[in-house]
């Protein structure tokens, strides 16, 4: 008699995780990325919060943290290398002066025209190794993936 072996047992019941799969999708991305972001002394997190105030304009912390994917806590302790730095400034608002905004400088828009041309270069060989219409049916794909969490759905980890 033999024993059960995994490669027997039918495809939904081994079923391959999501959650990984998006991980190792991400680190692949992200593997072309992370040597150009070295090169100009920005995380990845800074970089995404650089690129949300320039893409923004003004925002508060709480809407940087939503926008950039990033915990609250690790953002303040970044707000303040940031604004450091001379990429950032904080303001308040004039409408409600409880509330403190923050806005792209000029030394952070230069670091952005700086990292721009090899971050295209990167995702047009994307498109070209991997096809740019599936990099959108894709991007369409995790859009919609993503709302699942907006509509309150959720499940397991895998």
Known sequence: MTTPNTTD?????????????L?????AVMSHFRPILADHD???????????????GLLDATEV???????????TRMLRSLEERGFI??????????RVLLRLEPAGQAVIDEVMPDSRRVYADLDARFGGERVEQLLDMLEELAALKLEGKAGSEE
């Open 9 to 21: 047992k039918p495809r939904r019941e081994r079923r391959r995780s999501l959650a990984i799969g």
């Open 23 to 27: 991980l190792k999708a991400r680190e």
């Open 42 to 56: 920005v995380t990845e997190q800074q970089w995404r919060v650089l690129r949300t105030l320039s893409d923004a």
């Open 65 to 75: 943290a939503e926008k950039a994917f990033i915990l609250a806590p690790s953002l």
């Open 89 to 98: 400034s904080r303001h308040k608002d004039k409408a409600d002066g409880r």
